[in-house]
């Protein structure tokens, strides 16, 4: 009778966990899908894009949501690459040819960006233009408390790099091996994110409003869809900023000063742009954070002779937000004026 109650109570505690979690798994593989689709669009492309922008969703949803209001042929948000709203921008004002590309990547951290462009981008293959665009969450996230937890690493981590000895994150054999195994045992890998899904759920149950479509990070098709954006975004930067770790901030800076020097060595200029942010973004974060990062940002700037593009202090006026971290279509066209001149200065055409 014992085994049958234990074999039973077994059964119910397995179909509660995959109730609780498909959803998440669902979303993760979609995540890892659009990640792997930027990766293998950038490196297999047979002319790299003139202007390339790189960051998280912070840079690739207002760069979307302009093409899609401009052209409802756009392809959905996880396979959005060629940016033509820049490119019609750059043909109209300044007779520019010049192709523009987003190849920003949902969730990515500053290491992960290093990463990427190890990856993608070499002497023969690279950009003539690069906008690295930043916010606070880049460089340190509660959600992402190690660099070798995000999406973006476990799609471009291979097994082979065991062996290589690589200088990108500084791993040691034990490191390397955890991270393999990482991408072995799928529900390991993903832990933080199945816990952070449940925690929303407790945040659900515990609030009036409508939280249906709560997930940590935007749609992965079409971030329109998204209902209460404001109120979805307050929530989860909430717990993105709950806990930030000062070692993983100093980390971050020290990856934002290996691209940079990368992008350099390429003889690639590189544009730095600090993001603008809603003042109820910035109040989530601990006290001088917001502060300390702009300086640092800078600080590297004008050691390094990087143009800085400096929004951060910038008040944007709420409707050009989709969410609170987030501009929407009339906040990119603010960011596509700014840029194009330095996009047509920079390409020569």
Known sequence: MSKFILATVTFVLINVLLFLTGPLLIHVFKENAGHRRIIETLVSVKKMPDVLFLGSSIIRLPLWMRDFHSNKDTPAYNQFFEVKSFEDNLKAKFNCDAKVADAALDGAMISDLYFFVQRAINTSHKPRLIFLCLAPRDFADTLTPDETQT???????????????????????????????????????????????????????????????????????????????????????????????????????????????????????????????????????????????????????????????????????????????????????????????????????
């Open 151 to 349: 999406v973006t690493f476990n799609c471009l981590f291979k097994p082979h790099d065991l062996i290589v000895d690589k200088t990108l994150f500084c791993l040691d054999l034990g490191q390397r091996v955890k991270s393999l195994c990482k991408q072995i045992f799928f529900l390991h890998e993903h832990e933080d994110r199945i816990k952070t899904w449940l925690k929303t759920l407790l945040v659900k149950a515990n609030k009036s409003v409508n939280t249906d479509h709560l997930k940590v990070g935007v749609e992965a098709v079409n971030p329109l869809l998204v209902k209460e954006p404001k109120v979805k975004s307050l929530l989860e930067y909430r717990l993105r900023y709950g806990h930030l770790e000062p070692e993983q901030f100093n980390r971050q800076f020290i990856f934002l000063e290996k691209l940079v020097d990368y992008c350099s060595s390429l003889r690639i200029p590189i544009v730095v742009v600090t993001m603008p942010l809603t003042q109820a973004n910035k109040d989530l974060l601990p006290a001088s954070y917001y502060g300390l990062y702009v300086n640092r940002v800078q600080r590297i700037c004008s050691q390094k002779n990087i143009k800085l593009i400096n929004f951060a202090n910038e008040q944007f006026p709420e409707s050009d937000f989709f969410d609170t971290a987030h501009l929407n279509d009339k906040g990119a066209q603010v960011l596509i004026d700014k840029f194009t001149s330095v996009i047509a200065s920079n390409t020569g055409r």
